[in-house]
């Protein structure tokens, strides 16, 4: 069973929900993504996301017309793999299309840059094998600055990954808005 926190972008608030592997991830539509797919290769327990990410991804999904494979979604930062501000440690990117061909991960590429509905969407030449598109705060890419601003107050995504990376480091998080002990 996984704790699943989603960011509600409409309300600013921090939203729990607890899934089985194989369960819809929440606000998913049509079981088009599972709780394990998001997860990926990631160990953790806790997972987090925004509703519009969810959202995002629902609006691909109808557009495409057709099953898209995820490779991974979300990171733990001490996970690692990824740069120090990727957006899967957000829960907002997705790795998907591995196992298929170029043309048709051209053809998901193209459908995902003109869709509208993704913040930044990896060039081929960043990601050959695989499709990244996600849905984070900024425009800029994850190497120059993906993260917003995160300060006392704040709430969401960007909030539990400083959270997260504190209390790895053994710091007791207590000066934000929601306190999340969501990672032990």
Known sequence: MAKILVYNND?????????????????????TLTVREFRGS??????????????????????????????????????????????????????VAQTWTNARRTALRNSAENSGVWSYVE????????????????????????????????VGMYTLIAQDDLNTLGYTTRWARWNFWCCY
């Open 11 to 31: 309300t600013n608030r921090m939203e729990t929900y607890y899934r089985g592997e194989s369960e819809a991830m929440p606000y998913n539509t049509g079981r």
């Open 42 to 95: 990631s160990k953790s327990p806790t997972l987090w996301t925004s509703k519009r990410a969810m959202q995002s991804w629902n609006t691909q999904r109808y557009i495409w017309g057709g099953p898209i494979p995820v490779g991974f979604a979300f990171k733990r930062s001490w996970e690692g793999g990824h740069s120090n501000q990727s957006q899967h440690y957000a829960g907002v990117a997705f790795d």
């Open 123 to 154: 060039p081929v030449s960043l990601t050959p094998t695989w499709v990244h598109f996600d849905k984070r705060a900024l425009s800029s890419a994850c190497s120059s600055g993906g993260f917003p601003l995160v300060k006392r107050g704040s």
